[in-house]
Antibody, heavy 118, light 110 residues
């Protein structure tokens, strides 16, 4: 079964840092590009970041550029999101998603909640 | 990276059909065949329902169909069932490894 499991969320103060992880299983992780997508409470989905299969290319939404860093470890089938200088509006459930052929996201992990608050 | 435009809510009675629109620009929906739709029930992760404008993944009922005309994509659900009540999001590839979502549509089955 193809599965993605996120971890690392929690409560952090504004200006703080947090590192999210995503453990992949059931597919050849190193062959797929991956994304992070987030959803603020009661709000819609927002694409956050992209990483190529070999880590050669990364892209970010303007809202997180310069503060977040996406990375992966293909030897450990893991995806990461380092979040620095966190702001109140970064509060959201963060989903790890597999990208299929640039076109669609499948599957989605269960998400991990990040709460930025003093 | 402006969000795609979806109606906030739609509704229909069991057995009826509803269509959810998703309007973008020539830089995303209009210029891409990589339009997908996701269903999200409360407290759950989104689930892929349509990919590449009109393709259904295995396991998704054929009551769900997608189409596109110009800068607007559409999701049609026919033969509405109670379990279809959920939030629906469209998504389009916007070029250079970026994607954009719609604001989401709440479907109510009356």
């Amino acid at each position: 079964e193809v599965q993605l499991v996120e971890s690392g969320g929690g409560l952090v103060q504004p200006g703080g840092s947090l590192r999210l992880s995503c453990a992949a299983s059931g597919f050849t992780f190193s062959s797929y590009t991956m994304n992070w997508v987030r959803q603020a409470p009661g709000k819609g989905l927002e694409w956050v970041s992209y990483i190529s299969s070999s880590s050669s290319t990364m892209y970010y939404a303007d809202s997180v550029k310069g503060r977040f860093t996406i990375s992966r470890d293909n030897t450990k089938n893991s995806l990461f999101l380092q979040m620095n200088s966190l702001r109140d509006d970064d509060t959201a459930v963060y989903y790890c998603v597999r990208v299929v052929s640039y076109g669609w996201f499948d599957p989605w992990g269960q998400g991990t909640l990040v709460t930025v608050s003093s | 990276q402006s969000a795609l435009t979806q109606p906030r809510s739609v509704s229909g009675s069991p057995g009826q059909s509803v269509t959810i629109s998703c309007t973008g620009t020539s830089s995303d929906v209009g210029g891409s065949n990589y339009v997908s739709w996701y269903q999200q029930h409360p407290g759950k992760a989104p689930k892929l329902m349509i990919y590449n404008v009109s393709n259904r993944p295995s396991g998704v009922p054929d009551r769900f169909s997608g189409s596109k005309s110009g800068n607007t994509a559409s999701l049609t659900i026919s033969g509405l069932q109670a379990e279809d009540e959920a939030d629906y999001y469209c998504c389009s590839y916007a070029g250079t490894y970026t994607w954009v979502f719609g604001g989401g549509t709440k479907l109510t089955v009356l």
